[in-house]
């Protein structure tokens, strides 16, 4: 099981970028596809983006595409998620996790606070 640990969340204003990290144990980054997922408060936790392993394709949720890009640092074992233009709305416990649907996932991380506010 691919172990993983979010960071590089805060407090930014509306129309700021935060980058966020997920550094993973997993040996060959490219044999997983890594999601990450969010959950704001009252609401149920959707999926934000994924990238996908070996061909590394990418989808967006429609409330982000544009805004947000995720990558990956084969040489780090990590995955990112650049958000640029953040709204308030995009608020939430932000998680990334080996999978791309959440029912997939079997444990959670901590998630990394991301709050946009003025």
């Known amino acids: 099981q691919v172990q993983v640990a979010e960071s590089g969340g805060g407090l930014v204003q509306p129309g700021g970028s935060l980058r966020l990290s997920c550094i993973t144990s997993?040996?060959?980054?490219?044999?997983?596809?890594i999601g990450w997922f969010r959950q704001a408060p009252g609401k149920e936790r959707e999926v934000v983006s994924c990238?996908?392993?070996?061909?590394?394709?990418?989808l967006y949720a429609a409330s982000v595409r544009g805004r947000f890009t995720i990558s990956r640092d084969n040489s780090k074992s990590t995955v990112y998620l650049q958000m640029n233009n953040l709204k308030p709305e995009d608020t939430a416990i932000y998680y990334c996790?080996?999978?791309?649907?959440?029912?997939?996932?079997?444990?959670w991380g901590q998630g990394t606070q991301v709050t946009v506010s003025s």
């Open positions: 996790a080996a999978d791309c649907v959440p029912a997939g996932v079997a444990s």
């Open positions: 997993a040996p060959t980054l490219d044999d997983y596809s």
């Open positions: 990238i996908f392993s070996k061909d590394r394709n990418t």
